[in-house]
């Protein structure tokens, strides 16, 4: 059982939830409050710079111990001087190896400060999550090995601006709280109880703060009824509600401490929405999203959903409290759970959409490592790193002649890492408009699956748009996973008029992107070429078939190569013109068997490859 | 050094628990990738499959080289074994070794000795992680996300079962077999498919929808953080029971029957299937071996290839895009038509 509510300050939580709006400031203190005490939860913070974050980051340093470690970590932080590795001016001088500490290690005990966390790639996010679960960096690196203690709290500062950018998945997965700053406002009255002492002692009471299995099983309930899949959540949340009651004085977590937990851990992480019993006619969803759901759904929640099979997550609650006696689940907290879902919603919607896929590669140096300079770029200075601490060795073995010159050796030379430097990224958009694709869908769908499959062969990334009734709309951001690539493929509904237009707009729009990051981006369009509804959403077929063209031009001023796939039953005017207009290639589908495809494909996306590699 | 998670603690993921088992019994049925969702325990049960492995007896050398077999020791060894001398011998631990995300290529395939060479102007070899594994487990987290150079180094030593390093006029080969352990996520990105084809057995590790089961998840994590001394104590019991269980398979393999008849079904399944190559039979025999060595069984019989199927197959199967079911259930159902028949 759940212990009562024991002290007033904790009843106050109670309010936030209810009818009266929610402060949004206090939401802040809290989950700061909440970090400070237990900085092993993580916190995540989706906040543009500016006087609200800044207040946040500097209420926060107040309340951790002072002396404790608190480091900032720049989304595009190095490999070395995140993990650490030979100090070289240290190992020369000394005659012996001196490992320099990396971030990681050198914030043991203390706080990282993620910025630009949508920036991040996905390996370091890797690093920092490999800290996060056992506590310890292992450096194997530059001829040293070492296991140093990390233990370290994590603060993500989110600063996306687009819907698809989010911290990599493998680190925002592993921070409990989730918080975003919009709307809040430093100004507003505080919660004078909370002060670096309150917060220094509840510190001292974390550890032998006591939880119940009630507890736990509410959290996993609410879990399930949020439609979480990931198992970290619910721990973290406990792991929260730990904190809250060492804030509140109590040695028992309270009902008030789990309804914390599940409001600044679960809510926040919400793929759906709880169905309150009560009012099983009420949809919640927005109108917006119930509209178009069958396109917008994305990928993940299909997932999701083939996931919560008959016995499992997407069980009535009823059920639930059948499986488990003694369960105490208040009456109305599923109602409360939705009534928390609301505000958060962006924070979460941005986490699904971009998290796995978005690891910022570009085209820039991304380390060195041995290799031939002739194929190759030298790195000169990491060359001479190389050489450095073994010159003593050669000169020793040297003719008296060449004594005293810099020996460097083959094995010495590094060259440069870079990331994404000749990587393609195909773009597909089709047309699963009603003219084009009911009768052909199923083969567009064939040939784009038979173009994915190459696209594996050679690890090349993909994305896929899909145009129909009004818009256009990204079914999957770029990604190198062929499993999400065909789970978003089959789902790929059909039916409504042509916007052919936005179609290509929004494929150039992605082809720009992944060209900025330094890929070579190709776009596929597969189209009967008929438009009838122009970009902007209006029917009538000249209008869109001008717009349609000028989208065309628009690519081909771009110097993006294309691809175009005729879906017509008969070869037509309509799309070869728009593949002249556009600069591409132009293939009609029903010439267009497997093999022809491919070969297109892979013809298109070497021509541009060639002049852009090795930038 | 850091408690691990206790093996006996981990609730359900059944299939990912007897992969690491049965690699335990008969390494030769090759490594285990473990692909999955976010947070389902993935490197929680390769860390904490250390703990249950038994002891082995190795050669005082550099690379603990097996006694037992001359052929595949390291130089020293060798020189020992050829001057008709027994080397001398220690019992340690299996070894589990992390490679980490970061790792440099001259700690993986080791390199001179930098210490020495600084200090004394002296030229010796300094073993990496390749050697340190050798005999026992090399473990890669988030496999996919593997810089591509230190892939090929995996594939090479992994091919040959030895590491060659040729560094400042120093030649330096030395017995490098492991079984290779991945895990990732294939969200992250696909795993080449050569490496994919290292790997002996596969496994997709999804997270437990039962509620009942979720809960005793998060409860176990939960107490193991507050006192992983006292949790690691609780289950010391069921660990030694598996590390039991994984000694007498072992000394049973051997004796195991693989009738023709076993032998004409795993045939038949992989024909069915249309995988590449004798090897998904060889590895679907072999681990079905081990699997009746674990279960007590004196012979290998339908029931037991039937469970080791997806393990062993599935990730051989042709990437066929048209196929929605994913290839786990595409053995499965090849599994049932088979028994049907």
């Known amino acids: ?615 | 050094m850091k408690i691990a998670f206790p093996f006996a603690a981990i609730v359900g993921q059944d299939s990912m628990k007897l992969a690491l088992q049965i690699a335990a019994v008969d390494p030769a049925v090759g490594g285990v990738l473990v692909f999955g969702d976010r947070g389902t325990g993935k490197s929680t049960a390769v860390r904490a499959l250390a703990a249950v492995l038994p002891e082995m007896t190795a050669a005082t050398c550099p690379y603990h080289c097996d006694p037992a077999r001359p052929e595949e020791a390291c130089e020293s060894c060798l020189a020992r074994h050829a001057a008709g001398e027994s080397p001398d011998t220690h019992v340690l631990p299996v070894p589990v070794v992390d490679l980490p995300l970061g790792a440099t290529e001259d700690r993986i395939a080791g390199a001179l000795d930098l210490e020495r060479a600084l200090s004394a102007g002296e030229k010796r070899f300094e073993p990496g992680l390749l050697a340190k594994a050798h005999r026992g487990f090399l473990y890669i987290d988030e496999i996919n996300l593997l810089e591509d150079h230190l892939v090929d180094l995996l594939l090479d030593v992994a091919a040959s079962g030895e590491n060659v390093v040729e560094r400042e006029g120093l030649s330096v080969r030395h017995p490098a077999r492991f079984v290779l352990i991945g895990s990732g996520n294939p969200e992250e990105g696909e795993l080449r498919p050569q490496l994919l084809d290292r790997f002996g057995l596969s496994v997709e590790v999804t997270t437990p929808e039962d509620l009942k089961t979720r809960i005793e998840v998060v409860k176990r994590r939960d107490a193991f953080e507050r006192d992983p001394v006292k949790f690691a104590d609780l289950y010391e019991a069921g660990n030694a029971a598996i590390r039991d269980s994984i000694i007498a398979a072992r000394s049973r393999l051997a004796d195991i029957v693989v009738p023709d008849s076993a032998l004409e079904k795993a045939a038949q399944l992989c024909i069915r299937l249309g995988t590449d190559g004798l090897r998904g039979e060889l590895t679907l025999m072999r681990a079905a071996r081990a699997y009746a060595a674990l279960q007590g069984d004196t012979e290998v019989v339908w029931s037991h290839l039937a469970r080791l199927a997806p393990l062993a197959l599935s990730h051989r199967l042709r990437r066929d895009p048209l196929d929605e079911a994913g290839s786990v259930s595409r053995v499965a159902r090849a599994v049932d038509e088979l028994e049907a028949a």
């Open chain 1, 1 to 615: 059982m759940v212990a009562a509510p024991s002290s007033s300050t904790a009843a106050a939580n109670d309010d936030t939830a209810d009818d009266a709006p929610p402060d949004d400031w206090r939401d802040v203190e809290t989950a700061l409050a909440l970090f400070a005490t237990s900085p092993s939860i993580g916190l995540r913070l989706a906040a543009r710079p500016g006087p609200a974050r800044d207040a946040a980051i500097a209420l926060l340093k107040g309340w951790l111990p002072a002396g404790d470690p608190f480091r900032r970590m720049p989304a595009t932080i190095s490999e070395a001087a995140l993990i650490g590795g030979l100090d070289l001016a240290a190992s020369l001088d000394a005659g012996q190896p001196v490992l320099e500490r990396g971030l990681l290690a050198s914030a043991d005990g203390g706080v990282v400060l993620a910025t630009m966390a949508e920036r991040m790639p996905g390996e370091t996010a890797t690093l920092v999550a490999h800290a996060l679960d056992t506590g310890a960096i292992r450096v194997e690196r530059d001829g040293l090995s070492a296991d140093l203690p990390s233990r370290v709290g994590v603060v993500a500062l989110d600063e996306s601006m687009e819907a698809d950018e989010a911290p990599p998945e493998a680190l925002s997965e592993r921070l409990g709280l989730w918080l975003a700053l919009d709307g809040a406002d430093p100004r507003k009255t505080s919660d004078r109880s909370l002060t670096a002492e309150a917060i220094a002692a509840a510190r001292r009471r974390l550890a032998a703060v006591e939880t119940d299995d009630a507890a736990i099983e509410i959290l996993c309930q609410a879990a399930a009824a949020f439609g979480i899949v990931s198992l970290r959540a619910p721990t973290l949340a406990l792991r929260t509600a730990r904190a809250s009651a060492a804030l509140a004085g109590r040695v028992q977590v309270a009902e008030q401490d789990v309804e914390t937990a599940i409001r600044h851990v679960l809510a926040p992480r919400a793929t759906r929405l709880p169905t309150p019993p009560e009012e099983p006619d009420h949809d919640p969803l927005p109108d917006e999203e119930t509209d178009d759901r069958d396109a917008d759904t994305p990928p993940e929640q299909d997932r999701s959903a083939e996931l919560q099979p008959e016995a499992g997550l997407a069980d009535p609650p009823e059920d639930m409290t059948v499986e488990t006696t003694n369960m105490a689940l208040p009456d109305d907290l599923l109602r409360r759970l939705a009534a928390m879902l609301r505000a958060p919603q962006k924070l979460a919607g941005s986490g699904r959409a971009g998290g796995h896929s978005k690891s910022v590669r570009r085209g820039r140096v991304v380390g060195t490592r041995p290799g031939d300079p002739r194929r190759d770029r030298l790195d000169l200075v990491a060359t001479l790193r190389a050489a450095a601490p073994w010159q003593g060795l050669r000169q020793s073995e040297t003719e008296a002649p060449s004594r005293g010159s810099l020996q460097v050796r083959s094995s010495d030379l590094r060259i440069r890492r870079y990331r994404g430097k000749s990587e393609t990224a195909t773009i597909f958009a089709v047309d699963a408009s009603g003219s084009a694709a009911l009768a052909r869908l199923s083969e567009a769908k064939g040939a784009v699956e038979r173009i994915l499959a190459e696209c594996y062969v050679r690890r090349d990334r993909v994305a896929l748009v899909a145009f129909r009734g009004s818009r256009a709309d990204v079914l999957l951001p770029e990604t190198k996973s062929l499993t999400r690539a065909k789970r978003c493929l089959s789902a790929l509904p059909a039916g409504g008029g042509t916007p052919l237009a936005s179609g290509i707009l929004a494929a150039l729009a992605l082809a720009r992107a992944s060209a900025r990051e330094g890929r070579t981006p190709l776009i596929t369009l597969l189209t009967d070429g008929r438009a009838n509804i122009g970009k902007d959403g209006a029917a009538g077929r000249p209008a869109a078939m001008a717009d349609a063209r000028e989208a065309a031009i628009a690519v081909r001023k771009a110097g993006i190569a294309a691809l175009v796939v005729d879906l017509a039953q008969r070869p037509s005017e309509a799309a070869r013109e728009i593949a002249e207009t556009m600069g591409a290639t132009y293939l009609a589908l029903p010439r267009a068997d497997s093999a022809a495809l491919s070969n297109a494909v892979a013809s298109v996306s070497r021509t541009p490859a060639a002049s852009t590699a090795h930038r």
